[in-house]
């Protein structure tokens, strides 16, 4: 079922990025971001209350709540950034260099996470690597 759910953020991810260039033209890239912002910021609370988990909002930890703050700071900057670059450049090159985001989360998962590299994945990190280079060259 992940698999499912993670084909979907990809066919949304990539509505997004056509949505979001076309939105942005004339439009400052902060205040595009912030409107983005606003409509998930809906979309999340929506789906919070429509599933009944709002409950468990007070038995969320310390530790979860640093690291979901420091998890949207993150969100935060790169939503900034990724409208910033789509205002300034082509979608057909900004996307592809975004997606780096999967080498650099393999690595991170790796040190930090002390997930497993295997040859399959490094195989598969230099394929998008090198496949990155040939799009934006």
């Known amino acids: 079922?992940?698999?499912?759910?993670?084909?979907?953020?990809a066919v949304f991810a990539?509505?997004?990025s056509i949505l979001a260039k076309v939105?942005?033209?004339?439009v400052n890239s902060n205040l595009a971001t912030a409107v983005r912002t606003a409509v998930v910021l809906v979309m999340a609370w929506g789906m919070v209350f429509l599933t009944g988990s709002q409950g468990g909002l007070a038995g969320i930890g310390r530790k979860s709540w640093v690291f979901l703050i420091l998890s949207g700071?993150?969100?935060?900057?790169?939503?900034?950034c990724y409208y910033r670059a789509l205002q300034l450049g082509d979608a057909s090159k900004v996307v592809p260099v975004d997606k780096l985001s999967t080498v650099l989360t393999?690595?991170?998962?790796?040190v930090f996470l002390?997930?497993?590299?295997t040859v399959k994945s490094l195989l598969g990190c230099a394929l998008i690597g090198v496949g990155t280079l040939?799009?934006?060259l």
């Open 114 to 117: 002390h997930e497993k590299f």
């Open 73 to 80: 700071l993150a969100t935060g900057a790169s939503w900034l």
């Open 23 to 26: 939105g942005i033209d004339g």
């Open 134 to 136: 040939l799009m934006v």
């Open 106 to 110: 393999l690595i991170l998962a790796f």
């Open 14 to 16: 990539a509505l997004t």
């Open 1 to 9: 079922m992940w698999f499912v759910f993670a084909a979907l953020s």
